[in-house]
C-alpha cells in the first residue's frame, strides 16, 4: 500500500525544490560562461545554462597564473592544517570537559555560553598578531580561532555518550590518557569528527575578512581575498599579472566566472564526500538514549 503524500508535505517539498533552483541557477550560469568560447561570451544574454562554443582556455590562464596558484596553495594550507589543528584541540577539550568528576564545570559552561555571545575587536586581535609578529604570515590564518564554542559543545554532547566501562576497561589495561582519547574515542566519534572538521574547512577556506586584515603581501594571498580584487573590483593589477597573453582579447567576464568556479570546487567536492558522515551526525545529535 502505498504512503499517501499529506498537503503539508508536498507544500514542503515545493518550497525546498525552489530554494534548491535558486541556489543553482547561478551557479549553473557561471559554469556554463566559464567553459563557454570567450569571443561568444559577450553575447550570451541573460541566464545561460548550456556553454556557447566549449572551450577550456580560461582555465588554461588561471592556471598558468602564478599569483592564482600561490592563492590557491596559500588557502588550501589554512584549510587543511587549520581543520586538522581545530579538531585536535577542540577535540581534546571536549574529552577533558566531559571527564566525570571535572571541578568547576558548570563555571566553565558558563563562561562558554558568555564566550559565545562577545567577540573580541579586531582592533584589539591586530595588535596581538602584530606583536607575536604573525602578520603577512599564513600561519596565523591556520592558529587564528582555532575553538569554536558551538563545535566544542556539539563534540561534548557525543563525547558523553561514549560509554564509561570502555574507558576503565582501557586503564586497567594500562592506557593512559592520550592512548584513551586517540585509539578509543576519535574512532567511537568519526560521525562528530567529519561533521564539525566539514564546517570548519567551509569557515576557513570561505574566510576572507581577517585574511584582508592579517595576510597583506602578494605571497601570502589567500585564494578568497583573490576573489574580491579580482571579480568585484576588477583590480587591472591581478588582470595584468597573467603572463604572455594579449589582455586586449581577454575576456574578463569569463576569466572571473572561471575563477569562482575554481573558488566553488573544493567545497562542493568535500561535501558529497562526508554527507553520511555529516547526516549521521545531524540525526545523532537530535536524539538522546
Not at 101 to 125: D, G, H, R
Not at 130 to 139: C, E, K, S
Not at 270 to 284: A, C, E, F, N, R
Request: proline fraction near 4%; charge should be positive.
Amino acid at each position: 500500500m502505498k504512503k499517501k503524500i499529506k498537503p503539508g508535505q508536498i507544500v514542503i517539498r515545493l518550497c525546498l525544490a525552489v530554494v534548491a533552483l535558486i541556489i543553482l541557477v547561478p551557479i549553473l550560469n557561471i559554469l556554463a560562461k566559464s567553459v563557454s568560447d570567450p569571443h561568444l561570451v559577450p553575447y550570451m544574454k541573460g541566464w545561460q545554462f548550456w556553454p556557447s562554443g566549449f572551450d577550456l582556455v580560461n582555465y588554461k590562464l588561471i592556471f598558468s597564473n602564478s599569483l592564482i596558484i600561490r592563492s590557491f596553495i596559500n588557502s588550501v594550507f589554512i584549510t587543511v592544517a587549520g581543520t586538522f589543528l581545530s579538531l585536535i584541540v577542540t577535540g581534546s577539550a571536549a574529552y577533558a570537559l566531559t571527564r566525570p568528576n571535572l571541578p568547576f564545570k558548570k563555571v566553565l559552561m558558563v563562561f562558554f555560553i558568555i564566550m559565545m555571545i562577545f567577540e573580541p575587536s579586531i582592533i584589539q586581535e591586530y595588535f596581538v598578531v602584530r606583536n607575536l609578529n604573525l602578520l603577512n604570515n599564513t600561519w596565523v590564518m591556520v592558529l587564528y580561532n582555532t575553538v569554536n564554542v558551538y563545535y566544542l559543545i556539539l563534540m561534548m554532547r557525543f563525547f558523553e555518550e561514549t560509554p564509561l566501562a570502555l574507558i576503565e576497561a582501557a586503564k586497567i589495561d594500562g592506557a593512559g590518557e592520550i592512548t584513551i582519547f586517540f585509539k578509543i574515542f576519535l574512532p567511537l566519534n568519526k560521525i562528530v569528527l567529519m561533521t564539525v572538521g566539514m564546517f570548519y574547512a567551509v569557515v576557513r577556506w570561505n574566510e576572507y575578512f581577517k585574511s584582508s586584515v592579517f595576510l597583506q603581501t602578494r605571497e601570502t594571498t589567500v585564494l578568497q581575498v583573490f576573489l574580491k580584487q579580482f571579480v568585484v573590483n576588477g583590480d587591472s593589477t591581478t588582470i595584468a599579472s597573467y603572463a604572455n597573453v594579449d589582455l586586449t582579447s581577454l575576456n574578463v567576464g569569463a576569466l572571473k566566472a572561471a575563477t569562482i568556479v575554481i573558488v566553488m570546487v573544493p567545497i562542493l567536492a568535500l561535501y558529497p564526500l562526508i554527507l553520511k558522515y555529516y547526516t549521521g551526525g545531524v540525526m545523532s545529535g537530535g536524539v538522546k538514549e
